[in-house]
């Protein structure tokens, strides 16, 4: 009687152990889950802000009745293409990241060359709301590269922590995949040169 109280309390003291670490790895892995959903939108905030702002001047540029259409064109058909990628944020994969980053590029290329085109016309240039534009770029560029900074930190705490020896071995069990970083655009290791 004695032998079988104590297989069955080490038994349960087993099942207890092994209940109580899958518990903190679960509750581990969902704060971590909610942190980086939490910074996806964070970054998805701050180039809506950015978007928003390319739609001001966009309208006013459109003031402009001599400015060349084409390019404007150019840059709302690229907002237009911007705005239809979204990705969830349960699923961060490299490849959803990429795609999305990709969006943002041809949007940004795009709007490069729009305010290339712009330095031609002197009188646009000096509108208030052109200059509110200048000001106001530079600090949500600022925003945007702070807040993909802050998501790729969470997402490397996320992806070492999946990887971790025994947490590699449940991870997948409970769907916790690993998740794509933001990485630089292919050329942006050279400063773009933009003129007002």
């Given at each position: 009687?004695?032998?079988?109280?104590?297989t069955?309390?080490?038994?349960?003291?087993?099942?207890l152990?092994?209940?109580?670490?899958v518990?903190?790895?679960?509750?581990?892995?969902?704060?971590?889950?909610?942190n980086?959903a939490?910074?996806w939108?964070?970054?998805?905030?701050?180039?809506?802000?950015?978007?928003?702002?390319?739609t001001?001047?966009?309208n006013?540029?459109?003031?402009?009745?001599?400015?060349?259409?084409?390019?404007?064109e150019?840059?709302?058909e690229a907002?237009?293409?911007?705005?239809?990628?979204?990705?969830?944020?349960?699923?961060?994969?490299?490849?959803?990241i990429?795609?999305?980053?990709?969006?943002?590029?041809?949007?940004?290329?795009?709007?490069?060359?729009?305010?290339?085109?712009?330095?031609?016309?002197p009188?646009?240039?000096?509108?208030?709301?052109?200059r509110?534009?200048?000001v106001?770029?530079?600090?949500?560029e600022?925003?945007?590269n702070?807040?993909?900074d802050?998501?790729n930190s969470?997402?490397?705490?996320?992806?070492?922590?999946?990887?971790?020896?025994?947490?590699?071995?449940?991870?997948?069990?409970?769907?916790?995949?690993?998740?794509?970083?933001?990485?630089?655009a292919?050329?942006s290791?050279?400063?773009?040169?933009?003129k007002f």
């Open positions: 009687m004695n032998k079988t109280l104590i069955v309390g080490v038994i349960v003291g087993i099942i152990v092994i209940f109580l670490w518990r903190g790895f679960n509750n581990s892995m969902v704060t971590k889950n909610e980086t939490k910074m939108s964070n970054v998805e905030s701050q180039y809506q802000r950015r978007m928003d702002l390319f001001n001047v966009v006013t540029i459109k003031g402009s009745a001599d400015f060349e259409k084409s390019t404007l150019a840059v709302i907002r237009s293409q911007a705005t239809k990628i979204t990705v969830d944020p349960t699923k961060l994969t490299p490849e959803s990429e795609q999305f980053q990709q969006a943002q590029n041809s949007l940004n290329s795009s709007f490069s060359k729009l305010l290339l085109v712009v330095e031609q016309y009188v646009l240039k000096t509108t208030d709301a052109f509110d534009f200048q106001q770029i530079e600090g949500t600022n925003r945007i702070k807040a993909r802050d998501f969470t997402i490397q705490e996320y992806n070492t922590y999946i990887k971790l020896f025994p947490n590699s071995l449940f991870a997948k069990m409970f769907g916790y995949t690993e998740k794509g970083y933001f990485k630089a292919a050329g290791e050279k400063a773009p040169e933009v």
